[in-house]
């Protein structure tokens, strides 16, 4: 399950190209447009309704379409926030985060590095190495692979897909079992 950004949908450069990586790897995607923008809202809701809808999407899918599937979440920026807070409580097996937004810049707010280290299970976050907000530290169950870009992951979506793709190889179970 992969989440958009707080100023995009699901069709941003970098989820698509994550997109065709984990279906190239015989893995079904479902991209989930958060509920402010499906009612035509452009500002995000308030992180604990956030989180709630996505939680909501995932017991819904785990009840039908994914039932009994190893479940990996994640998304670009917003959408990878949303994962991280909600990894634990969805049963995620692993996370995946596009362009998390580390620090927003300019502001005094305090770091978000927190939310990325509570997820205990197999993450990968996939930066720009211009990225404004910053590029998170790898961890103990967390790898960073930089790419050339910034913060919008447009500039080699290419780049973007075999970081997903060699990921996502390690840690799926083997296809015989998926």
Same mark, same amino acid.
């Given at each position: ?27 079904? @995607?479902?991209?989930?447009?958060? &509920?402010?923008?499906?009612? $035509? *809202?452009? /500002? !995000?809701? =308030?992180? +604990?309704? #956030? %989180? ?42 692993? @996370?995946?985060?596009?362009?998390? &937004?580390?620090?927003?810049? $300019? *502001?005094? /707010? !305090?770091? =978000?590095? +927190?939310? #990325? %280290? ?59 079992? =998926?």
């Amino acid at each position: 399950m992969l989440g958009h950004g707080a100023g995009g949908g699901v069709q941003a450069p970098d989820l698509v190209a994550a997109t065709e990586a984990a279906r190239s790897e015989e893995i079904a @995607v479902a991209l989930v447009e958060q &509920p402010y923008r499906v009612a $035509g *809202r452009r /500002s !995000p809701a =308030r992180a +604990p309704q #956030l %989180d709630a809808s996505w939680i909501a999407v995932v017991e819904r899918l785990r009840a039908r379409e994914l039932e009994e599937l190893p479940l990996f979440v994640g998304g670009r920026s917003l959408g990878a926030r949303v994962a991280c807070r909600t990894a634990e409580d969805t049963v995620a097996v692993a @996370v995946l985060c596009l362009a998390f &937004p580390l620090q927003p810049p $300019g *502001r005094s /707010s !305090p770091s =978000r590095l +927190p939310e #990325l %280290d509570a997820v205990t299970v197999p993450t990968l976050v996939v930066q720009g190495e211009r990225d404004p907000y910053g590029v998170p530290p790898p961890g103990p169950a967390r790898e960073v692979v930089t790419v050339a870009g910034d913060h919008g992951l447009k500039k080699d979506t290419v780049a973007v897909g075999a970081a997903v793709q060699a990921w996502l190889a390690r840690v799926v179970p083997q296809k015989s079992t =998926r």
